[in-house]
């Protein structure tokens, strides 16, 4: 081999090492972001999971997110324990007991909204308004505290159910409770 062509070998060579360098930096950065990423992703993920862990041993619905606490306990999927979490499940199950699986086939021991709101309408002959059996149901029962869309949409809701009749004067909305022996014909003006 001849200096020339060594000299040109030992440039290809040097110019080949540069480039695989570089591209090596390059991967090593893309692959520095995307575990940043990743690492954030799993902050995330662990806060959610310790919220629903938080929740999910609640008795006392009226502790749950609004709009939760009218939805039925399901038992769902859970995502796969990470290591760490799994000396852990034992012991929680343990401590449990049973108390998923009722949850999960009765229901909660609270009364429902509907049926509250139902109950504190019976009380009146007059026609109520929203705002109204929203503040009589805080006043009865401080445990609950729905938001007045909540209570809005379960009147509604008992309407279409043919419990209650809504009413309308001018632009209020009031609502009274359907007696045994009335039909619910819907809106009255």
């Known amino acids: 081999m001849t200096r020339e ?6 440039s290809r060579y040097v110019v080949q090492a540069a480039s695989d360098l570089e591209e090596n ?7 520095t972001e995307r575990i940043k990423v990743l690492q954030q992703e799993e902050a995330l993920l662990e ?16 502790r749950l997110p609004e709009q939760m606490r009218d939805e039925p306990v399901v038992a769902k999927a859970k995502p796969a324990p990470r290591a760490a979490s799994r000396r852990t499940t ?10 998923g699986k009722a949850g999960a086939k009765g229901k909660s021991r609270q009364p429902l909204l509907g049926d509250l709101l139902a109950e504190l ?3 009146y002959e007059e026609p109520r308004r929203a705002k109204e059996l929203r503040d009589e149901l805080l006043e009865k029962h401080p445990d609950r505290n729905p938001t007045p869309q909540v209570v809005r949409n379960t009147l509604e809701s008992l309407v279409a159910k043919g419990r209650i009749r809504r009413h309308k004067r001018h632009r209020s909305v009031m609502y009274t409770l359907v007696r045994p022996g009335q039909g619910a014909t819907g809106d009255t003006d």
């Not at 062509?5 to 030992?10: E, I, K, M, N, P």
């Not at 930096?25 to 692959?31: A, D």
């Open 121 to 123: 309408l019976g009380q």
């Open 25 to 31: 930096r390059r991967l090593q950065q893309e692959l």
């Open 5 to 10: 062509s060594a000299d040109t070998l030992r």
């Open 47 to 62: 806060d959610i999971l310790s919220l629903a862990q938080r929740y999910e041993g609640f008795a006392d619905p009226s």
């Open 90 to 99: 034992p012991a929680r199950t343990a401590r449990t007991g049973g108390a």
